[in-house]
């Protein structure tokens, strides 16, 4: 990813940054127990491993065990779909 590009690599490593404090702040402003959240991520950046990865060990060492999951790992083109056909699943 990006390996001799130092901007895009601090581009990468501050919205990885930002969006696990994004994810955090909405579990935890939402009251919901880290058990019952799973946040689906889609888009360009996050087709990339290690921004994943590195959004995950964020909130891990914030200690936040939130499930990720990622639309490109699974193949889906329409992560707005996914994403609401995941959370109807998960209520169930």
Do not use: W
């Amino acid at each position: 990813m990006y390996a001799g590009d130092q901007l895009a690599l601090q581009l990468y490593t501050t919205s990885s940054l930002i969006s696990a404090h994004a994810i955090a702040g909405m579990r935890r402003v939402m009251d919901f127990p880290q058990k019952d959240v799973a946040v689906v991520l889609h888009g360009g950046a996050l087709k990339t491993r290690r921004m994943v990865e590195l959004i995950l060990k964020i909130l891990l060492k914030n200690g936040e065990n939130i499930e990720l999951i990622p639309m490109a790992k699974l193949g889906f083109s329409n992560g707005c779909l996914a994403g609401l056909a995941i959370s109807a699943l998960m209520a169930e």
